[in-house]
């Protein structure tokens, strides 16, 4: 069972801002990570240690952690952000993955 | 360039075994925490098991005792040896580094395994 709970879907317009969040009684001790993956693609890391972000990944993406909930924001989002996202963190030695939100751009 | 590539999938029955493995190149495999990772067909992720570069050994709950995970530094390549599958276990399987503040930085492009008589 998911230890750490996203919204099923999320939809956004183009070029306004899309928030997805990420509940779990365990973040507030431990970072959260997200990824993206598109259609027949492997994920790709996008925010680590709650909010920074990787080389290359573009500067709207950003994350923030508060209490037990972490979130990921995506500002003046594009048709090419349409995909799947998912947080990840460490629960003990387990990894545990949200169910994934998927972005309708 | 970091390279993960993963290979040994393929249709196997209920009860059987199959071993995967997953060559990298690009970055010092010894020094890194090292991930299974799958994703059962139109679902999401699940994480399945980690080594550390110490080699110490963590699991899933759905595959302790059925799954074990190793690695062999001087081949640079890490390996899932899984054992009584059941068709729950059919997934691509991705190869995943343990990057900074336990994140997972490079995925491999997944190899399916198919549980199935």
């Known amino acids: 069972s998911h230890e750490l709970t996203q919204p099923p879907s999320v939809s956004v317009s183009p070029g306004q801002t899309a928030s997805i969040a990420c509940s779990g009684d365990?973040?507030?001790?431990?970072?959260a990570s997200w990824y993206q993956q598109k259609p027949g693609q492997s994920p790709v890391l996008i925010i680590y240690?709650?909010?920074d972000r990787p080389s290359g990944i573009p500067a709207r993406f950003s994350g923030s952690s508060s209490g037990n909930t972490a979130t990921l924001t995506i500002a003046g989002t594009q048709a090419m952000d349409e995909a799947d996202y998912y947080c990840?963190?460490?629960?003990?030695?387990?990894?545990?993955f949200g169910g994934g939100t998927k972005l309708t751009v | 360039e970091v390279q993960l590539v993963e290979s040994g999938g393929g249709l196997v029955q209920p009860g059987g075994s199959l071993r995967l493995s997953c060559a990298v190149s690009?970055?010092?495999?010894?020094?890194?925490?090292m991930n299974w990772v799958r994703q059962a067909p139109g679902k999401g992720l699940e994480w399945v098991s980690c080594?550390?570069?110490?080699?110490?050994?963590y699991y899933a709950d759905s595959v302790e005792g059925r799954f074990a995970i190793f690695r062999d530094n001087a081949k640079s390549s890490l390996y899932l040896e899984m054992n009584s599958l059941r068709a729950e276990d059919t997934a691509v399987y991705y190869c995943?580094?343990?990057?900074?503040?336990?994140?997972?930085?490079?995925w491999g492009q997944g190899t399916l395994v198919t549980v199935s008589s």
């Open positions: 990840q963190a460490w629960v003990g030695n387990t990894g545990v």
């Open positions: 995943v580094r343990g990057g900074r503040y336990y994140s997972l930085d490079y």
């Open positions: 080594i550390t570069s110490s080699n110490f050994i």
């Open positions: 690009g970055f010092t495999f010894g020094d890194y925490e």
């Open positions: 365990k973040l507030g001790s431990t970072y």
């Open positions: 240690r709650d909010g």
